[in-house]
C-alpha cells in the first residue's frame, strides 16, 4: 500500500464559466514513504496545485486523495486541520515567518496550536533550531537574518510537530546559489537520514537528480515520470549538523498523538496580547487554521476596533459557531477568555491614548511628544543629549514598524553608549510597554503613519 495514492484528480477553477480553467486534469500517481519526489515543469503547468491539493489546502474538484489509506477529499474541515496539524509540513518560497516574532516563537506557534506545554515545544525548538545551525540566532526578528538562515527557521517550523510528509513549494527560489545548495541538501537530508517522505515542487532542472523519483507536468497533466537509480548527495555547508558533534538530533518519525496534555491557551493570549495587532494575535493562538479562516478573524478584529463600541459579537459568533455551519466551534470558555481580554485590551488602549492626547503639543514633532510624554509619565529625567536622541529614533523606528515591541524594551535598556536609553530593566519594559498601547490606539482610530514622521 502506498502513502500517497491518487486517481482521476482534477481541479478546475471557474468551473461552469468561460473563463473556466483545468488546473489539474485526471491526474494518478503514487507515492511511497520515505521517498524524494519533485513536481518538475514550467509556472502555471499545475505542479503548485498538486502540491496544495495533497496537503489539503486546496479542494478537488472531482477524483480521490488517499493518504496513508484515508481519502482526504472526504474529510471533514476540522480533520483537515488535525491533518495539517500532526501529518505534513510546508515550506514555501516566501518563508512566511512572522516578522514581529522572535525565531524561536516563530518555530513554536505550531506547537501551541495543538496544546504542547511551553517546556517541551521549547525543547523541541532548540534541538530543530542546533541540528539546522540557527541556533545563535534563536532570539533575533526574523529580518535580522539572511534568506538562508530565515529558509532554515522555516523547516524547523515546519518540523516542529514531526509530522511523517514535507511539503516543498520552490524552496530556494529567493536565495543565492550558495544558501539554495544548503537549503537543498537539509531537505535532502530529511528523506535520507530522517526517512521523511518530501514532495519538492521546482522548474529548475538542475534539482532533478536528488529526487528519487520525478513527475514532469505540463497543462495540468503528468506527461511523463523518471526514475533515479542513482541520486546526487549534495554536500551541506558549513552550518549542518554533520560537522558539529554538539548538534546532533535524533528526529523521531512517530506522529505526535491528538491527546496531548490540556494547556489553558488563554494564558498565552493574556501573556502576548498587548504585544502585537490582530494579525499576529492570531497567528499566535490560532496557527493550523485555514488562511481563509485566519483572515476572517483578522477582519473581525480589526471591524471591532475601527468603532468606538469595539463590539465583538461578530468574533464571538464565528469562533462559537459549528464547523457545519461555517465556523470555527472553539473551546466556549476559551473563546470567552479571549474575548473577554481583547475587550479590556481595548478599553487600556482609549484610556491611555486619552491621556496621552491631553498632553499632545503642536509645537513638537510626534516623537518628541511621545518622548515627553513618556519621561513625564514615569518621572524619568535623562538629562544627555545622546540619550534624548536615542530615545527619540527608537520611538519613531517602533512607528513606523522599523522594529517591534521587544525591540524597543532591549533598546531603552541598552547602556547610552552602546545606542541606547540607559534605563533600568523595569522601566525599559513598562514605558516600551505604555508606547505600545498609544501606538496601538492611534492604529485603532485608523491614523495613516504617514502624519506621524518628523
Do not use: W
Given at each position: 500500500?502506498?502513502?500517497?495514492?491518487?486517481?482521476?484528480?482534477?481541479?478546475?477553477?471557474?468551473?461552469?464559466?468561460?473563463?473556466?480553467?483545468?488546473a489539474l486534469d485526471n491526474v494518478d500517481l503514487k507515492i511511497e514513504s520515505g521517498e524524494l519526489v519533485i513536481f518538475f515543469g514550467a509556472s502555471g503547468c499545475g505542479k503548485s496545485t498538486l502540491l496544495y491539493t495533497i496537503s489539503g489546502l486546496e479542494k478537488p474538484t472531482k477524483?480521490?486523495?488517499?493518504?496513508?489509506?484515508?481519502?482526504?477529499?472526504?474529510?471533514?474541515?476540522?480533520?483537515?486541520?488535525?491533518?495539517?496539524?500532526?501529518?505534513?509540513?510546508?515550506?514555501?518560497?516566501?518563508?512566511?515567518?512572522?516578522?514581529?516574532?522572535?525565531?524561536?516563537?516563530?518555530?513554536?506557534?505550531?506547537?501551541?496550536?495543538?496544546?504542547?506545554?511551553?517546556?517541551?515545544?521549547?525543547?523541541?525548538?532548540?534541538?530543530?533550531?542546533?541540528?539546522?545551525?540557527?541556533?545563535?540566532?534563536?532570539?533575533?526578528?526574523?529580518?535580522?537574518?539572511?534568506?538562508?538562515?530565515?529558509?532554515?527557521?522555516?523547516?524547523?517550523?515546519?518540523?516542529?510537530?514531526?509530522?511523517?510528509?514535507?511539503?516543498?513549494?520552490?524552496?530556494?527560489g529567493n536565495l543565492d546559489s550558495k544558501s539554495a545548495q544548503d537549503v537543498l541538501g537539509l531537505i535532502q537530508e530529511l528523506s535520507i537520514k530522517n526517512k521523511k517522505t518530501v514532495i519538492l515542487v521546482t522548474h529548475n532542472p538542475a534539482h532533478l537528480d536528488i529526487a528519487n523519483?520525478?513527475?514532469?507536468?505540463?497543462?495540468?497533466?503528468?506527461?511523463?515520470?523518471?526514475?533515479?537509480?542513482?541520486?546526487?548527495?549534495?554536500?551541506?555547508?558549513?552550518?549542518?549538523?554533520?560537522?558539529?558533534?554538539?548538534?546532533?538530533?535524533?528526529?523521531?518519525?512517530?506522529?505526535?498523538?491528538?491527546?496531548?496534555?490540556?494547556?489553558?491557551?488563554?494564558?498565552?493570549?493574556?501573556?502576548?496580547?498587548?504585544?502585537?495587532?490582530?494579525?499576529?494575535?492570531?497567528?499566535?493562538?490560532?496557527?493550523?487554521?485555514?488562511?481563509?479562516?485566519?483572515?476572517?478573524?483578522?477582519?473581525?478584529?480589526?471591524?471591532?476596533?475601527?468603532?468606538?463600541?469595539?463590539?465583538?459579537?461578530?468574533?464571538?459568533?464565528?469562533?462559537?459557531?459549528?464547523?457545519?455551519?461555517?465556523?470555527?466551534?472553539?473551546?466556549?470558555?476559551?473563546?470567552?477568555?479571549?474575548?473577554?481580554?481583547?475587550?479590556?485590551?481595548?478599553?487600556?488602549?482609549?484610556?491611555?491614548s486619552k491621556q496621552f492626547a491631553i498632553k499632545e503639543e503642536k509645537h513638537n514633532s510626534y516623537t518628541q511628544q511621545l518622548r515627553r510624554y513618556l519621561l513625564d509619565t514615569f518621572e524619568v529625567n535623562i538629562r544627555t543629549t545622546d540619550a534624548i536622541e536615542a530615545m527619540e529614533?527608537?520611538?519613531?523606528?517602533?512607528?513606523?514598524?522599523?522594529?517591534?515591541?521587544?525591540?524597543?524594551?532591549?533598546?531603552?535598556?541598552?547602556?547610552?553608549?552602546?545606542?541606547?536609553?540607559?534605563?533600568?530593566?523595569?522601566?525599559?519594559?513598562?514605558?516600551?510597554?505604555?508606547?505600545?498601547?498609544?501606538?496601538?490606539?492611534?492604529?485603532?482610530?485608523?491614523?495613516?503613519?504617514?502624519?506621524?514622521?518628523?
Amino acid at each position: 500500500m502506498s502513502l500517497i495514492d491518487i486517481k482521476n484528480l482534477s481541479v478546475t477553477y471557474f468551473l461552469g464559466k468561460s473563463n473556466e480553467v483545468k488546473a489539474l486534469d485526471n491526474v494518478d500517481l503514487k507515492i511511497e514513504s520515505g521517498e524524494l519526489v519533485i513536481f518538475f515543469g514550467a509556472s502555471g503547468c499545475g505542479k503548485s496545485t498538486l502540491l496544495y491539493t495533497i496537503s489539503g489546502l486546496e479542494k478537488p474538484t472531482k477524483g480521490e486523495i488517499m493518504v496513508n489509506d484515508i481519502d482526504l477529499s472526504q474529510m471533514a474541515n476540522q480533520e483537515l486541520e488535525k491533518y495539517r496539524q500532526n501529518t505534513i509540513g510546508m515550506i514555501f518560497q516566501a518563508f512566511y515567518l512572522i516578522p514581529s516574532l522572535s525565531v524561536i516563537n516563530n518555530i513554536t506557534l505550531p506547537q501551541v496550536a495543538i496544546g504542547i506545554n511551553r517546556k517541551k515545544r521549547l525543547q523541541k525548538a532548540e534541538e530543530l533550531m542546533k541540528y539546522f545551525g540557527v541556533f545563535e540566532q534563536r532570539n533575533k526578528l526574523p529580518t535580522e537574518l539572511s534568506g538562508g538562515q530565515q529558509q532554515r527557521v522555516a523547516i524547523c517550523r515546519s518540523l516542529v510537530n514531526d509530522p511523517n510528509i514535507i511539503f516543498a513549494d520552490e524552496p530556494v527560489g529567493n536565495l543565492d546559489s550558495k544558501s539554495a545548495q544548503d537549503v537543498l541538501g537539509l531537505i535532502q537530508e530529511l528523506s535520507i537520514k530522517n526517512k521523511k517522505t518530501v514532495i519538492l515542487v521546482t522548474h529548475n532542472p538542475a534539482h532533478l537528480d536528488i529526487a528519487n523519483r520525478i513527475f514532469f507536468m505540463k497543462d495540468g497533466k503528468i506527461i511523463d515520470t523518471k526514475i533515479n537509480k542513482e541520486t546526487r548527495k549534495i554536500i551541506v555547508g558549513q552550518y549542518s549538523h554533520l560537522e558539529s558533534q554538539d548538534n546532533s538530533l535524533k528526529m523521531s518519525t512517530n506522529k505526535i498523538t491528538e491527546k496531548t496534555k490540556e494547556v489553558d491557551n488563554s494564558k498565552e493570549v493574556d501573556a502576548i496580547i498587548l504585544e502585537y495587532k490582530a494579525k499576529e494575535i492570531i497567528s499566535e493562538v490560532l496557527t493550523g487554521f485555514s488562511y481563509d479562516e485566519i483572515t476572517k478573524i483578522e477582519n473581525y478584529i480589526k471591524e471591532a476596533l475601527s468603532n468606538s463600541s469595539s463590539n465583538y459579537k461578530k468574533l464571538t459568533s464565528y469562533l462559537n459557531t459549528d464547523y457545519m455551519q461555517d465556523g470555527l466551534n472553539l473551546n466556549k470558555k476559551n473563546s470567552e477568555k479571549i474575548i473577554k481580554r481583547l475587550e479590556t485590551t481595548t478599553k487600556e488602549i482609549e484610556e491611555i491614548s486619552k491621556q496621552f492626547a491631553i498632553k499632545e503639543e503642536k509645537h513638537n514633532s510626534y516623537t518628541q511628544q511621545l518622548r515627553r510624554y513618556l519621561l513625564d509619565t514615569f518621572e524619568v529625567n535623562i538629562r544627555t543629549t545622546d540619550a534624548i536622541e536615542a530615545m527619540e529614533t527608537i520611538i519613531e523606528d517602533r512607528v513606523m514598524g522599523i522594529t517591534d515591541h521587544k525591540g524597543v524594551q532591549e533598546k531603552f535598556d541598552r547602556p547610552i553608549k552602546q545606542g541606547g536609553v540607559g534605563l533600568d530593566r523595569r522601566t525599559a519594559k513598562k514605558m516600551s510597554k505604555h508606547l505600545e498601547m498609544i501606538i496601538l490606539g492611534r492604529y485603532q482610530k485608523s491614523q495613516p503613519l504617514q502624519k506621524i514622521k518628523k
